[in-house]
């Protein structure tokens, strides 16, 4: 005879089951159903990711601007214990651990920020990257020279206002 205790920890709250005497078959089918019963941490917090990015440099008469857009999806898990409101941190153009272009101004369509996702809901903003602004050749050169990502962060009440680092997967721009 076995006397297990079980436990499992979401989203920063802790779950334990009374220890309770098991056969050696009845404790490994107990352990397996509560490891499953434990879910995954998306089920009680924000999830976030950046994706669909388009990175393009246009050269101008007065130089090169940048443009393109991403998308930052956000999900809050239907176990969570409610909504959560989410502020931008900075997002930035990087390759590996270069940063090349920081703070990326991208401006958000349709919202504004700080957004709540309710509980159970996502949320997808398109940001636009402002090409006012032109680069200058070495940071033009740096960016088509490999792919690129966006990177940044975000706080949301869920977490405590911890800061949720993301990055988007490799892109390669255009109009190099």
Do not use: H
Request: aromatic share 6%; charged share 15%; hydrophobic share 40%.
């Amino acid at each position: 005879m076995y006397r297990i205790g079980f436990g499992c920890q979401l989203g920063g709250a802790v779950y334990r089951w009374p220890m309770v005497r098991f056969s050696s078959v009845g404790a490994v089918l107990v352990a397996a159903v509560a490891t499953w019963g434990c879910g995954s941490k998306d089920a009680v917090t924000l999830g976030a990711k950046v994706r669909n990015v388009q990175i393009s440099v246009e050269q101008k008469t007065l130089g090169t601007q940048l443009g393109g857009g991403f998308e930052l999806f956000l999900e809050v898990g239907a176990e969570a214990s409610g909504g959560s409101t989410v502020t931008l941190e900075t997002f930035g153009l990087v390759r590996g651990g270069d940063t090349l272009v920081s703070p990326l101004q991208a401006t958000p369509q349709g919202v504004t920020f700080p957004l709540t996702v309710g509980k159970g809901q996502s949320k997808t903003v398109s940001f636009v990257i402002d090409s006012a602004s032109l680069l200058d050749p070495a940071t033009k050169d740096a960016i088509c020279a490999g792919p690129v990502r966006v990177s940044g962060s975000i706080k949301d009440t869920l977490s405590g206002g911890e800061r949720t680092p993301l990055s988007s997967s490799d892109v390669t721009p255009s109009g190099c």
